[in-house]
């Protein structure tokens, strides 16, 4: 039996693996703690849990830290991954240079980034201190500052623990400091990468747990060529949030969502211009003959899409066929405004299966559900062009995409133009099977058939060195 200190940090978690079943074999067979930022908007809920040990503070100032670190490493290693670059030039509120229109545009959007400079000039902070001059003295500054959280410490030191586990996005001061006392204490770490774009996007370790926790093989490779990570300490065990993709396929949808059938829009927290662009799938849905009969849109905006240059209120008059997710309607209804991340807003995960069920096929700007959509054996059509608008929307930052289309009726539609070609295929196409479909997504999401659970427990007291894999 191995001490398990399980360490939670953000309300995502709490939904991820706490509401889920990916600790019940874990608890069943160890003794089992978990702890929590107390600022949580679910800490309540946390607090209920049966294996909860306390919870412990963060130091804003001290977090602050913390992300430049983040952001400076994100920009000195932005070769490495062309998402650091787009993830820094987000968070410093500054428009991406436009590289696909020729000179002109290009030097039109680098004049926009003198005004973005002078409302955000703290993002001059990072090249600035990225620059090789600068970035080892800086870097060393940063480190003599950031003690370790003495609550954490003292909830890691009430026990004489086997292993310490958290789910992370490689981007929070609460892994940092976990994997600190872990080498302090001579206990190994186990760093669980909660999503798919996490290792390209956030930023580079500055001090590596012992081991990670991957979606796949394509996560596996990223930890090796971006992070330096070793093959022996990178392990692909999927995700708890998708295992329900896979149970649901032995289900029939006895109680299907709607009514009718329907085309899935899903939206994404980035921005992109989803109101003008379900107008322009409704325009071209008119014109094709191969739509199903009393076919609508569904539209689910992303609940925490982040500020965007255009209108991104959805007025159902405004649609002949499209009509809101019921879900986020009802979010909607209960206060949830658009973007605005609501860390207490965490979509009960059973409802996806269901969503996705009854679809005909899944269109949207590129997140993480056109994946969901390809594990739900659906046809997906990605829109990674330029809406006119957001010069972020291009596939070159979003890199975890690459290979896509390897999967069984996944589309990527550069252009708009390619998007009535798309469509039509995506209605004409033949069921898609499980099988062949597994054979790709395997490379973004560990198969094995055992289930989270299994592979987490597995993995957990082979790191501890309580049990073999």
Known sequence: MARILIAISADIYVRNYLRTDALHLLSRDNEVTVIADESLALAAEVQDHPDFGGFFGIDPAINSKHNLLFSLLMWRRRKKSPTFLYRWMRNSQWDLLDRDHGPLR?????????????????????????????????????????????????????????????????????????????????????????????????TSFWTKPDHLGVWGEQAGEQAARIHGFLPDRVHPIGTPRFDQYFSSRKTPNSSPLYPFPYLLFVGSAMPFDEIATLHHVERILARLESVPPGLKIVYRPHPWQQKRKTDSEFRPAEFLRTVLDAQIAEAYASGMRREVTDPSFQPELDYYPRLFQGATGVIGPLTTMLFEGALALKPVMGLAYDDGHHANTSRRYFTHFDGVEAIPSFVICETQEEMPAALSALFAGDPIEAETSDSHTAYFLHQDGLGYPTRLKNLVEYVSGTGDR
């Open 106 to 202: 290009w030097l039109l959007s680098f004049v926009r980034w003198i005004p973005g400079a002078l409302v955000s000039p703290s993002g001059l902070r990072v090249p600035a201190l990225g620059n090789p001059l600068v970035f080892g003295i800086a870097k060393a500054a940063l480190v003599r500052q950031l003690l370790i959280n003495p609550e954490l410490s003292a909830l890691v030191r009430a026990q004489d623990y086997d292993i310490i586990v958290f789910p992370s996005a490689a981007f929070d001061s609460v892994s940092v400091d976990l994997t600190r006392l872990g080498q302090e204490l001579a206990i190994p770490t186990l760093c669980l990468i909660d999503n798919w774009d996490n290792l390209t996007s956030k």
